[in-house]
């Protein structure tokens, strides 16, 4: 069936680190793709997304291209901010459908 | 626009207890979804609801579960008896139109304790 798989947690860097938590899928159509977060004690927000191969999704300086030959959508940022810190869910869902199919989280933690 | 609302925000029950768990989407919001978080996982699908339809219920154990959204708006979903295994966090998410160009916003959830 239609799956996620993320980089085991948690991540600690400090503030101004490089960022990348991995993200590959198996799917048996074709997917769109989804990073959302989830800040300490609120509930989960998209963070960004892309529908197609090779489009990059962008928000809060964060970043992630849709790479069909590797069935990959890596998450990454160039310099983490403290604020930065939360649960990371990948997500995909198959048009048709319907269903919104998450990784199991990653925690990321920024130290100052 | 004001959120999802979801309560109660943490609820303890024994086993056996019923409980139950409301949510009021977004205004307008003609799809509404009930996902289950257990402890380090990811929400994974209990129903999706299209206005008052039930569209998809594949996933929701229905011994012990229901869900209903009466008038399309509102809905509840009841667990019945609880069991230990169902400590976890509920979420509810709503969206307009599917598919995917409309994303799902999520309450904060309910958390449940079983003891």
């Known amino acids: 069936g239609d799956s996620v798989t993320q980089m085991e947690g948690p991540v600690t860097l400090s503030e101004e680190a490089f960022l990348t938590i991995n993200c590959t899928y198996t799917?048996?159509?074709?997917?769109?793709l989804f990073w959302y977060v989830q800040y300490p004690g609120e509930g989960l927000q998209l963070l960004l997304k892309?529908?197609?191969?090779?489009d990059k999704g962008s928000n809060k300086g964060f970043e992630a291209t849709y790479r069909k030959e590797t069935t990959s959508f890596h998450l990454e940022k160039g310099s983490v901010q403290v604020s930065d810190s939360a649960v990371y869910f990948c997500?995909?869902?198959?048009?048709?459908?319907?269903?919104?199919?998450f990784g199991q989280g990653t925690r990321l933690t920024i130290n100052p | 626009e004001a959120g999802v609302v979801q309560s109660p925000r943490y609820k303890i029950i024994e086993k056996k207890q019923p409980v139950a768990f409301w949510c009021n989407p977004i205004?307008?919001?003609?799809?509404l979804y009930w996902y289950r978080q257990n402890l380090g996982q990811g929400p994974e699908l209990l129903i999706r609801?299209?206005?008052?339809?039930?569209?998809?219920d594949s996933q929701l154990p229905k011994d012990r579960f229901s869900a209903e959204r009466l008038k399309g708006v509102d809905s509840t979903l009841k667990i019945q008896p609880a069991e230990l295994g169902d400590s976890a966090v509920y979420l509810c998410?709503?969206?307009?139109?599917?598919?995917?160009?409309?994303?799902?916003?999520f309450g904060n959830g309910t958390r449940l304790t079983v003891t």
């Open positions: 998410a709503s969206s307009l139109v599917w598919p995917g160009n409309s994303p799902l916003h």
């Open positions: 997500a995909l869902v198959i048009q048709g459908a319907q269903k919104l199919v």
């Open positions: 892309a529908t197609k191969a090779d």
């Open positions: 609801y299209e206005n008052e339809e039930a569209v998809d």
């Open positions: 799917a048996t159509g074709y997917p769109s």
């Open positions: 205004s307008g919001h003609n799809t």
